[in-house]
């Protein structure tokens, strides 16, 4: 009778200790869904559809939709993990789809630009000879380099495919530069959405707000020629991994030209700069364009501080 009690006894804190390590789990995994869904709340929600920067490996600070995110790939255990826990109702919320998609019979995203700038560029510290070619953190920095170089290299041949020219482009992002700079002053916001990204007129909107509760009026000019053009950066984005040609493209340019600014108050007087000087400045933008929208064309998308 004993050994029954026992063996009863037994059985009872086993299954009880079963229970409470199986709500650990699902807690867990709950958690882990919650944080990543939280974690994520900023991203534009066409990320949720398939965008993906799946073309360059990154190892480091990876992108939560990237296809190499391990946040990723434990929301997603946890996700069918909550699915086998609670079936019925996991299913028929996830049928549950809006009624444009239904009588459409597939929903379909169309992306605009990708909301972001991929890898910004950051100019590198000067390493010595030495140091780059005999010290193990100079072969990775070297190694950066030219994996950074071959990115460039193969986006730039990729938009060449589409009848892409450099010096055709430099023309383009020149005038694009003194249009933006001259929109910026006279605030014209209508006109700026037009040569801007969403994110980048939503910034520039708040400059311009912020600018004119100091100043009433901007005066701004560009002395031709600009001094100085190059690309530093090109990258790839792309937006399907089914499809490596539904891609955006971003050119990361250095302009080094010579500008006139003045500043006046609400009586016109001068409280700002002075129109009768030049002053020379660098000014680091990112433009981008869709490789598989038809008609697209440059917009300015970020901008570097310099």
């Not at 990723?72 to 809006?98: G, H, Y």
């Amino acid at each position: 009778m004993k050994r029954m009690a026992l063996l009863r006894r037994f059985n009872t804190i086993r299954s009880l200790y079963q229970t409470f390590e199986l709500r650990e789990s699902s807690s867990f995994l709950l958690r882990s869904s919650r944080s990543y869904i939280t974690g994520s709340s900023n991203v534009p929600q066409f990320y949720s559809h398939g965008a993906s920067s799946c073309l360059y490996k990154t190892d480091t600070n990876a992108l939560p939709w990237t296809c190499r995110s391990a946040m990723t790939l434990r929301s997603t255990m946890a996700a069918e993990f909550l699915i086998f826990l609670n079936d019925k109702k996991s299913v028929s919320t996830q049928a549950k789809a809006p009624a444009q998609a239904r009588q459409m019979g597939a929903l379909k995203v169309s992306m605009t630009s990708p909301g972001f700038v991929y890898e910004p560029y950051a100019p590198g510290k000067p390493i010595s000879f030495w140091k780059r070619y005999f010290t193990r953190s100079g072969w990775r920095r070297t190694k950066d380099d030219i994996k950074s170089e071959l990115k460039s290299a193969y986006a730039i041949a990729k938009l060449r495919r589409s009848g892409y020219s450099k010096n055709q482009f430099y023309k383009e992002a020149v005038e694009l530069f003194k249009e933006i700079n001259t929109l910026m002053a006279n605030g014209d916001k209508t006109t700026l959405r037009k040569v801007v990204t969403e994110n980048m007129f939503s910034a520039l909107k708040n400059e311009i707000k912020k600018r004119e509760s100091v100043w009433s009026q901007v005066y701004w000019e560009m002395v031709e020629p600009i001094v100085k053009i190059r690309t530093l950066r090109a990258r790839l984005i792309g937006v399907d991994k089914n499809d490596i040609n539904k891609a955006f493209i971003q050119l990361t340019l250095e302009f080094l030209s010579k500008q006139k600014f003045e500043a006046y108050d609400s009586k016109g007087a001068v409280v700002a700069g002075d129109r009768t000087k030049e002053v020379l400045v660098r000014d680091i933008w990112v433009f981008e364009k869709s490789l598989f929208h038809p008609g697209a064309y440059w917009r300015l998308c970020g901008r570097i501080k310099v």
